[in-house]
């Protein structure tokens, strides 16, 4: 399978932006859709995950009511709608798909390539 992902850009504090990534081949209701990011010289971090067939949601705390996690079944992709984004929201954001839900990027076996997101203050 690969994952494509788009919507990253140049914003300022405070605005919004909308992330997706759509998958080439299909998606199982047992499948668990996840974002992560990518700051310079961090490690990636768990940032989001939709399980595909129950649409139950998963927030990190630092983004829980900010960003909102959805998935369109028809279109087998998974949006990320970052809201009220922060300076410390800049990263390279990365889709992920796995068989069950973790926080950790040894819990997903399909990634995509990343697009960045910056955010000036």
């Known amino acids: 399978v690969q994952l494509q992902a788009s919507g990253g850009g140049l914003v300022q504090a405070g605005d919004s932006l909308r992330l997706s990534c759509t998958a080439s081949?299909?998606?199982?209701?047992?499948?668990?859709m996840s974002w992560f990011r990518q700051a310079p010289g961090k490690e990636r971090e768990f940032v989001a995950a939709?399980?595909?067939?129950?649409?139950?949601?998963y927030y990190a705390d630092s983004v829980k009511g900010r960003f909102t996690i959805s998935r369109d079944r028809a279109k087998n992709t998974v949006n990320l709608q970052m809201d009220s984004l922060k300076f410390e929201d800049t990263a390279v954001y990365y889709c992920a798909r796995g068989q069950a839900y973790g926080t950790g990027p040894n819990d997903y076996a399909n990634w995509g390539q990343g697009t960045q997101v910056t955010v000036s203050s």
């Open positions: 939709i399980r595909w067939g129950s649409e139950r949601t």
């Open positions: 081949g299909r998606t199982y209701s047992s499948h668990v």
